[in-house]
Nanobody, 124 residues
Framework: QVQLVESGGGLVQAGESLRLSCAAPGTPGSIFSRNDMAWYRQSPEKSRELIATISSDGIKNSTDSVKGRFTISRDNAKNAIYLQMNNLKSEDAGVYYC???????????????WGQGTQVSVSS
């Protein structure tokens, strides 16, 4: 079973930055590199929402609320993806999860199991 491990969360003040990491230990690199990946966020007020995606060939997309502030990236040599979050706002708070995703024609859906997530808290 594929394992995903998120890290890098914490408590920051509004306007500050965090860099989240997601590792896939045990996943063969040839499999990791062929898959699209994504970051999701879950807060008490909302269901888990898709924040940013990166395809196997590096094409990036993000939801409008984080455009210009969050950047997703991947390092296939390390079986890892990252989320650089700048100018954090209170509404960015939540538990962040990474996931393998697949687009079946109606947008990305997560596939496989979830990791434990990493908590991001933003004080104003």
């Amino acid at each position: 079973q594929v394992q995903l491990v998120e890290s890098g969360g914490g408590l920051v003040q509004a306007g500050e930055s965090l860099r989240l990491s997601c590792a896939a230990p045990g996943t063969p690199g040839s499999i990791f590199s062929r898959n699209d990946m994504a970051w999701y966020r879950q807060s008490p007020e909302k269901s888990r929402e898709l924040i940013a995606t990166i395809s196997s060939d590096g094409i990036k997309n993000s939801t409008d609320s984080v455009k210009g502030r969050f950047t997703i990236s991947r390092d296939n040599a390390k079986n890892a993806i990252y989320l650089q979050m700048n100018n954090l706002k209170s509404e960015d708070a939540g538990v962040y999860y990474c996931a393998f995703v697949r687009d079946y024609g109606l947008g990305y859906v997560p596939i496989g199991s979830w990791g434990q997530g990493t908590q991001v808290s933003v004080s104003s």
